[in-house]
């Protein structure tokens, strides 16, 4: 319900603001475009039909910034949609298992399985302070072995010592009786590169996961692949079963679609980005920057961040032009609201300013959650524009109607018309006091009537 | 930023997986069940183009096909086998005139082709199975391990080199490339060896000072014969995207690559951006890689590739 009022309230909030909204004929033809890069960029035709769905459907009715074309508004939703589908970023390596805890690696050939199982070694021992132990299943490709016993040995991790003629699954056993035996905290097994169609090579994957029972089975791709990507991503989670994908290669200059269609194929997070040859170059993943590079349309989502903080730094300006002459009215304690959640997290993003530690407790006291302002802003929606402007002839009972259109009750209600009330009074007193300068005076904000003075709702760049 | 919560996000992958599974049914039809009996109108071109996208020809690429045969066709009834032909027969037109298998130059005592490419392409692999077609032919080969970058890159040549019946050239890791390629063909000379196959440690085209290190062992190897490499051949990974206009286009800039070698055709991979490729490069293709054994080398036919492509059986 408080969704739909937020919505609605965000709506009315456009029309305030005088600025369009993204018309479904705005929205189908910068979606051709975009068609038309995420298809350069390799994204599966599949995933990109998807996903042109998922943003039409985003896009339509969305506000258009000023000095914003609609065709730059879309891109801009598209990347935001694009970061969201791509992330999460914080996707960890799942160590929560009983030590030795099984790491397996598949994917295609060349992938970069072998040198991604170094990586990992090193990174899990460095640091996550694990003893590791590396063990190569390739018995296929010449000298894949070998390989891996150079990697080990490089990054000074430990490696199974490879008994000739063994197959995978006695390896997988033998590396796990081994790493029990001699107290190691995680087993990396490196697996053959195999086609996804090759049905005999995914059985004997599959038969090694049944041995050892891997708390990460990650997909290790490149990321120059093209629309297969979709349907190897598919089929290694469908026969073998994925928790992760670790994408290799981004040092390329590719567009590297490739990694929307298999986090769309499988659902599973992307864990890691190889960045290079040498076995430090194992990232996290960050959604914003491979988002960026599939979109390749980094100037226009630029432009649009950039028109966006011009107009919350003008909108802040003009409420508090209209505060110190005594007009704040409840709809500018709306658009204040609309800002602070905008923000995102109060308490992190305030106790991240300088200066602001100490004003901790009252920051708590004041019990500025999105909930709260979610719940005003409710409250605010739930009058009509009259009440707004001239909160006076609120009486008993169009306060209980708003408190019930609000789905909150009259003591809700009657705290945010004091507040306002507080608020309103705090600014023409500061406003007599002479013009210091604008963002001097700004109003306090919504919702903190201890901290009087407040700080601008949004980082003002001074002119 | 701020990210959907957990239950939104598994919202939007369901949907984009059960989407999916629809889609890719759609796709995989293939041309049969898209095109019996139907007339050739804009909704089946579209589907078409669909097609060729998914084999990763490039939009352009993809849409210059379906253009082409509306002008022939458009609004005729139309059935799946003249679709098919029609489309096969315009992507074989383009692919025709690049298929080149190689055929080493008698005179040439070595003969020196260089393998190089971007990382995990194929190129060690089909060093060994060229290797491995030379040596039946009773030609003898040498092949030197370029790359002393990688881990157990010349272990792995080496291997080739007991397979096939070729005498190996290898330093210690991290050893000039230059210069072993330099001591290489010094020593193919001296044996009067047929075939000199050079690979080269995998680089992204992007990387300048790697690029540079591979002119410069280019340049070296200039100063025993100036008409060497005599064949410098890229090597491709099928299941590589619309990258492989950049990776061509780079590497042709910097160094004279004479052609191409597609690996990893036994995949699902179709390497359709092959065809935009020889649209654009003109680039011979050499051969193909279709396996890991030594026997897995094969010619290209542009023909067999273009009813790969759409899914047309061989008969
Ligand atoms: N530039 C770059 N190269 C990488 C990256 N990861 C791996 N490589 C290179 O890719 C090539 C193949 O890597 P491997 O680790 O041997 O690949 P693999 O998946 O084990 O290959 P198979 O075992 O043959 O299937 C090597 O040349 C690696 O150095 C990366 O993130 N960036
Ligand atoms: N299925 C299949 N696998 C292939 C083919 N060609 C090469 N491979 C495999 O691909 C992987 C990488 O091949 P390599 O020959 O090592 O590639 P590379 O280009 O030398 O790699 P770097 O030297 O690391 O850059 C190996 O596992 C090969 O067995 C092919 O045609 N089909
Ligand atoms: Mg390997
Ligand atoms: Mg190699």
């Known amino acids: 319900m408080f969704d739909d009022l937020s919505s609605k309230f965000g709506d009315i909030f456009d029309r305030l603001r005088g600025r369009g909204a993204l018309s479904e004929k705005d929205v189908a033809a ?119 016993l150079v990697l080990g040995e490089e990054v000074g991790v430990d490696s199974l010592q490879p008994v000739f003629g063994e197959q995978p699954v006695g390896i997988a056993k033998r590396a796990m009786e081994t790493a029990k035996r001699e107290g190691f905290d995680a087993v990396i097994l490196d697996t053959a590169g195999r086609l996804a169609i090759d049905h005999e090579l995914m059985m004997e994957v599959a038969l090694v996961r049944d041995t050892v029972e891997p708390a990460e089975t990650l997909l290790v791709a490149d990321a120059l692949s093209g629309q297969d990507a979709v349907t190897t991503a598919q089929a290694f989670n469908d026969k073998v079963g994925i928790t992760g994908i670790v994408l290799t290669r981004i040092d390329g200059d590719s567009r590297g679609g490739a990694a929307l269609s298999m986090r769309a194929a499988t659902g599973c997070p992307i864990k890691l980005m190889g960045v290079g040859e040498k076995l430090d170059a194992l990232e996290t993943f960050q959604a914003d920057r491979i988002a960026g590079r599939i979109l390749g349309m980094g100037d226009v989502v630029g432009l649009v961040e950039k028109a966006a903080e011009t107009i919350d730094r003008e909108e802040a300006e003009k409420t508090a032009r209209r505060a110190l002459k005594g007009q704040f009215t409840l709809e500018d304690l709306a658009e204040q609201l609309a800002q602070i959640k905008k923000m995102g997290d109060m308490q992190g993003l305030l106790s991240m300013l300088p200066g602001v530690g100490k004003m901790k407790k009252q920051i708590a006291d004041a019990n500025i959650g999105d909930k709260t302002i979610t719940h005003q802003e409710a409250i605010i929606m739930s009058m009509t524009p009259k009440e707004r402007r001239n909160p006076k002839i609120l009486n008993a009972k169009r306060r209980q109607r708003i408190a019930n259109g609000s789905g909150t009750s009259v003591q809700d209600v009657n705290r945010l018309l004091k507040q306002h009330k507080q608020m309103a009074q705090m600014m023409k007193k500061m406003g007599k006091m002479g013009k210091k300068g604008l963002m001097g005076a700004m109003p306090p904000m919504a919702g903190m009537p201890g901290i009087a003075g407040g700080m601008p709702p949004i980082k003002h760049q001074p002119q | 930023m701020s990210y959907p919560d957990k239950d939104a996000k598994a919202g939007w992958v369901s949907r984009l997986k059960s989407g999916l599974s629809r889609t890719s049914q759609n796709l995989n039809y293939n041309l049969d069940g898209l095109l019996n009996k139907r007339r050739l109108d804009e909704k089946l071109l579209e589907e078409l183009e669909d097609i060729l996208i998914a084999a990763d020809l490039g939009l352009s690429t993809a849409t210059k096909l379906t253009t082409k045969l509306a002008r022939t066709h458009l609004n005729g009834a139309i059935s799946t086998g003249e679709v098919k032909e029609a489309l096969a027969d315009a992507i074989a037109e383009i692919l025709g005139p690049v298929a080149k298998p190689f055929v080493p130059n008698p005179t040439l005592k070595p003969h020196v082709v260089l393998f190089c490419g971007v990382n995990g392409s194929g190129k060690t692999t089909t060093i060994g199975k060229l290797a491995h077609a030379l040596t039946r032919d009773g030609k003898t080969v040498v092949l030197a391990a370029g790359d002393t970058f990688r881990a157990a890159a010349a272990e792995q040549l080496q291997i080739w080199g007991e397979r096939t019946g070729s005498q190996v050239f290898a330093k210690d890791p991290g050893t000039d490339p230059a210069s072993l390629v330099f001591d290489a063909l010094t020593l193919a000379q001296k044996q009067s060896a047929d075939v000199l196959l050079i690979d080269t440690a995998g680089r992204l085209q992007n990387r300048g000072e790697l690029m540079a290190e591979l002119q410069k062992t280019i340049r070296v190897m200039q100063k025993i014969d100036e008409t060497a490499p005599h064949t410098c051949l890229q090597v491709l990974d099928a299941t590589v995207g619309q990258n492989a206009h950049s990776q061509v286009e780079i590497f042709s800039n910097l160094i004279n690559v004479d052609g191409l070698v597609l690996t990893k055709l036994d995949g699902s991979a179709k390497g359709g951006v092959l065809v935009a490729l020889a649209d654009k490069f003109s680039l011979p293709v050499y051969a193909i890689g279709v396996g890991e054994q030594s026997e897995d080398l094969q010619s290209f036919d542009a023909r067999e590739f273009a009813n790969s492509l759409l899914g047309i059986e061989a008969n």
């Open chain 1, 30 to 148: 910068a979606l051709r475009e975009i068609r038309v890069a995420l298809l350069e960029a390799d994204v599966s035709l599949s995933v990109v039909k998807q996903f042109i769905d998922v943003v039409r459907e985003e896009a339509v009715g969305q506000a258009v910034l000023r000095s914003v074309t609609p065709g730059q508004m879309v891109v801009k939703i598209v990347h935001d949609q694009l970061v969201k589908m791509l992330g999460p970023e914080d996707a960890k390596i799942n160590l929560n298992a009983s030590p030795p805890v099984p790491i397996m690696l598949v994917g295609l050939q060349g992938a970069g399985k072998t040198t991604t199982a170094g990586k990992l070694a090193s990174h899990l021992r460095n640091k996550e302070n694990k003893r590791v132990l590396l063990a190569g299943l390739d018995v296929a490709r010449p000298a894949a072995q070998e390989q891996l």
